[in-house]
């Protein structure tokens, strides 16, 4: 999940910042075992902070929620919102009850924006409104699917529903490209994201029997979008 971009003060900066950095999960595990900079080129950092006190700063966006995960997830922040204090760290917020798929699912966020589609966030929600597209089409686009099955397949990691359901488009070459989005043809974006629903309803029940057993299942929620 990423959270929008708009004008935001040194002062909250600054508070975002000074928030102590955590160790919850798998978090430092995982952050340990990535080369970052091989990877993506990139001499930027990731710093883990706890989403509680993130959020009591009033900083966190409405999508920023605890309730997708069950309490066990996390958001990357703007880096706009921590660059003016800290320009060498990308900022992700998550629960201590982090799950290993919601961990990979940030850290995919962070290896596509540093390396991949690289959409800024704040991109998708306004895009996805004007185009009247879902915007989980435009949140995972084809290469923030590479890096999720590059992180599961490192970390072992048994992927929740919901990132399931991005694998398996991945899988079968569905998601947006990144350079597709970052153009913003508003035909080419509905026409894509047209053909993702038409294969999520006729896969339904090959993709129903794939997660209906994975935490974050709630039903053929695939008959309507991922």
């Not at 340990?32 to 950092?45: F, K, N, P, V």
């Not at 940030?106 to 596509?112: I, N």
């Not at 991109?123 to 949140?139: M, V, Y």
Request: glycine content about 8%; overall charge negative; proline content about 4%.
């Amino acid at each position: 999940m990423q959270e929008g971009k708009s004008a935001f003060s040194e002062e909250l900066s600054k508070k975002i910042t000074r928030l102590p950095q955590v160790a919850y999960g798998r978090s430092r595990e995982m952050l340990e075992a990535l080369d970052i900079e091989r990877l993506t080129g990139s001499s930027l950092g990731v710093r883990f902070i706890d989403l509680g006190a993130y959020e009591s700063l009033n900083a966190a966006d409405e999508r920023v929620s605890r309730m997708k995960r069950g309490g066990s997830g996390g958001v990357v922040v703007n880096i706009q919102k921590t660059v003016k204090h800290d320009p060498d760290n990308i900022y992700v917020a998550i629960t201590p009850a982090i799950s290993d798929s919601a961990l990979i699912h940030e850290l995919a966020h962070v290896l596509d924006y540093l390396a991949g589609s690289q959409v800024m966030p704040g991109l998708a929600k306004p895009l996805s409104f004007e185009l009247g597209i879902p915007i989980e089409h435009i949140e995972h686009p084809h290469e923030y699917g590479y890096w999720l099955h590059h992180l599961q397949q490192q970390f072992q990691v048994e992927l929740d529903a919901d990132d399931l359901i991005v694998a398996y488009l991945y899988d079968h070459g569905m998601l947006i490209k990144g350079e597709d989005i970052a153009g913003r043809n508003g035909m080419v974006l509905k026409t894509k994201s047209d053909a993702i629903l038409r294969f999520l309803s006729e896969k339904s029940s090959e993709i129903d029997s794939l997660i209906c057993e994975r935490p974050g299942y709630i039903g053929s929620r695939v008959r309507k979008d991922d």
